[in-house]
């Protein structure tokens, strides 16, 4: 059980809000992310899914879509959400598109249940792909 700053638990209660607005009518497992950009403003995504199943889109992504078609370019911080017992860490995926938007991105991952667990971008994604190192 980490212990949060005030902003990072205000991010989970925004990712905790979202989550009850998530579609996810398939896998019935509601998740809601909220991120801090690097001008302080929290844009929040849930998992929207779909009938054909491959084309759901997770919480985490959808926040940084709508953080990246603001203009905003950096993850400060993002907080995600799920109803679960203990905290849930963002799918592969999602740890790839995060970093590309902030290695250094802290993570909060929270739960029903009331467990936190804090991390980062880069110790979810060691020796990520970036196009750096061409
Ligand atoms: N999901 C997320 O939104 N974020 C995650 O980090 C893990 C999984 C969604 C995808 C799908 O709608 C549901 O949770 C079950 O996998």
Avoid at 86 to 113: K, M, S
């Amino acid at each position: 059980m980490s212990e949060l700053t005030a902003e990072q638990s205000e991010l989970l209660e925004a990712a905790k809000n979202a989550a009850s607005q998530a579609y996810a009518p398939y896998s019935k497992f509601p998740v809601g992310a909220a991120l801090l950009d690097e001008h302080g403003v929290v844009w929040k995504g849930v998992n929207v899914e779909n009938g054909s199943y491959g084309l759901t889109i997770c919480a985490e992504r959808n926040a940084v879509a709508a953080m990246a078609t603001s203009g905003a370019r950096k993850v400060v911080a993002i907080a995600i959400f799920a109803g679960t017992d203990e905290p849930i860490t963002p799918c592969g995926a999602c740890r790839q598109v995060i970093a590309e938007f902030g290695l250094d991105a802290v993570v909060v991952c929270g739960c029903r249940g009331g467990g936190v667990l804090v991390t980062s971008a880069r110790e979810l994604l060691p020796m990520a792909f970036t196009l750096d190192s061409e």
